[in-house]
């Protein structure tokens, strides 16, 4: 089975940090997503990439930037962290050639608090 | 209007039921459609894919309507340990197997 990775279960960072959020996926997989989850607003994409030094704005890239130097790394990173960034960060991967048909594997997320 | 839509429920229904949810989408090129589910606090998990033909797997039957834009899933038997949230996704054309997701269903079984 695919394994997600995400580096952080929980973390409380203080506005105006610098925030990295990791995540690690061990199947070789092309694609990779960050999301954000909010009660009442679901999974919203934040930006993903399909290859290495790929990157893709999702729906709400705003206040964030990723970074994809290896294949099975995607790191996202809030420039300037602020409290409206609380929230459940969720990471997934997924195959490009149909491999498990599409579906994504998620990380067990990070959950980040900002004060 | 929403590109995936969901009823969030709850829907509280008891053990041994058969309970079904839909999710209706906007978009009519959408090209993969998929079933996940997400217990308290936990990552999504796939439950199934959805095919135009319809599949089942065990007690989730899972169906796609193309003409009225909705895919569907019936749960069969509900466990207690089926209690959950349902969320749907659709992958839209246009590559990277993007997917949108719905807010998702809470389902409650009860004794």
């Known amino acids: 089975d695919v394994k997600v990775t995400q580096s952080s279960r929980y973390l409380v960072k203080r506005t105006g940090e610098k925030v990295f959020l990791e995540c690690v996926q061990d199947?070789?997989?092309?694609?990779m997503f960050w999301y954000r989850q909010d009660p009442g607003l679901g999974l919203r994409l934040i930006y993903f990439s399909y290859d290495v030094k790929m990157k893709e704005k999702g729906d709400i890239p705003e206040g964030y930037s990723v970074s994809r130097e290896k294949k099975e790394r995607f790191s996202l990173i809030l420039e300037s962290a602020s409290t409206n960034q609380t929230s459940m960060y969720l990471c997934a991967s997924s195959s490009a050639t149909g491999r498990g048909d599409y579906g994504y594997t998620f990380g067990s997320g990070t959950r980040l608090t900002v004060v | 209007r929403k590109e995936v839509e969901q009823d969030p429920g709850p829907f509280n229904v008891p053990e041994g039921a058969t309970v079904a949810f839909n999710c209706t989408y906007s978009n009519s090129a959408s090209q993969s459609f998929f079933w996940y589910r997400q217990d308290c606090r936990k990552e999504p998990k796939l439950l199934m894919s959805v095919y135009s033909s319809g599949n089942e797997d065990g007690r989730f039957t899972a169906q796609l309507n193309r003409a009225s834009q909705y895919i569907s899933l019936l749960i069969r038997d509900s466990k207690l340990s089926d209690s959950a949230t349902y969320l749907c996704a659709v992958m839209n054309s246009g590559g990277y197997q993007k997917v949108t997701f719905g807010t998702g269903t809470k389902l409650q079984v009860i004794p």
């Open positions: 199947m070789d997989h092309e694609n």
